[in-house]
């Protein structure tokens, strides 16, 4: 009775519109409100506060201010090398082999990237994985889900597998950003085609034996060189004939993402693509 008439009341003077929505709606609305008070937006890499009305969330602009995304961010669309993803100039056509892939072919059938390695994504990377801004990871999932659902609806995927950390530097990083970047890719699946994939996530499988140096300020032989054998298999039934997708942050040489791929291929996997949030 009471709330009838506090209802009747509230839509005299026009506050309740809708009454059968207002206590979801207003019960989401006080949260968000709360949560922003409690975390308010940041840019992750200047600090500067983000109007959360301003922008959707999980996206680049909701961990980014508009000053620091002014840096650019240059998602890669056609034309690309239909073997490891290289942004191409527009005149290529759209089914071009770059000329690194013609002289020496990875082992990975295909690479595909979200987005070029240069502006915001330059600092946006190394911020998640080293300054444990994990805000990014939800946003680098989402793209990278996306990709993934453009580039391999067409064919099998039976498993994906996040490139290993060595076990020391997980202990000291606390995460492997390559795994954050996937763990939610199976209710991602769910909630968009409404059925289960038929891939698996596989972090078992392959492991890394070898604590390589950073890659950055080596070139392609030194990258290759510190990367061989860093990898073994360890459950060579569960990859064999197998169609893999590896997925990892940075795409530079391919140092990585070969070798890996080298020793699936050598235990029996079938085929093995790779999926790279950015590449140079
Ligand atoms: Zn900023
Ligand atoms: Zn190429």
């Given at each position: 009775m009471f709330e009838r008439k506090l209802t009747h009341l509230l839509r005299c003077f026009k506050i309740l519109p809708n009454f059968k929505t207002w206590p979801v709606s207003f019960l989401k609305k006080s949260i968000q409100?709360?949560?922003q008070l409690i975390y308010p937006?940041?840019?992750l890499k200047c600090g500067t506060?983000?109007?959360?009305?301003l922008v959707r969330p999980h996206t680049m602009e909701a961990c980014f201010c508009d000053i620091c995304m002014k840096d650019g961010f240059f998602p890669i669309e056609t034309p690309y090398c239909i073997k490891c993803g290289l942004k191409l100039h527009q005149n290529f056509s759209e089914n071009h082999v770059c000329e690194a892939c013609i002289?020496?072919?990875?082992k990975v059938e295909k690479v595909r990237a979200v987005v070029e390695y240069k502006g915001i994504i330059k600092d946006a990377i190394p911020l998640f994985k080293y300054s444990s801004k994990l805000a990014?990871?939800?946003?680098f999932e989402l793209l990278l889900f996306q990709a993934f659902i453009n580039h391999y609806?067409?064919?099998s995927v039976d498993l994906i597998i996040p490139i290993p950390l060595y076990k020391t530097k997980l202990r000291e990083r606390g995460f492997n950003q390559a795994f954050l970047m996937v763990r939610n890719f199976i209710k991602l699946y769910e909630q968009h085609f409404g059925q289960n994939p038929l891939w698996e996530i596989d972090t078992n499988s392959l492991i890394r034996i070898k604590k390589t140096e950073p890659q950055t300020g080596f070139d392609i032989e030194q990258r290759k060189n510190n990367l061989k054998k860093a990898f073994q298999v360890v459950d060579k039934n569960s990859i064999k004939t197998k169609n893999i997708v590896l997925i990892d942050d940075v795409f530079t040489t391919g140092a990585t993402c070969n070798e890996a791929a080298l020793e699936l291929l050598k235990n029996g996997a079938n085929r093995v693509d790779a999926l790279v949030l950015a590449r140079t």
């Open positions: 409100g709360f949560e937006l940041k840019c506060y983000i109007d959360p009305k002289k020496k072919p990875l990014a990871a939800k946003v609806k067409q064919m």
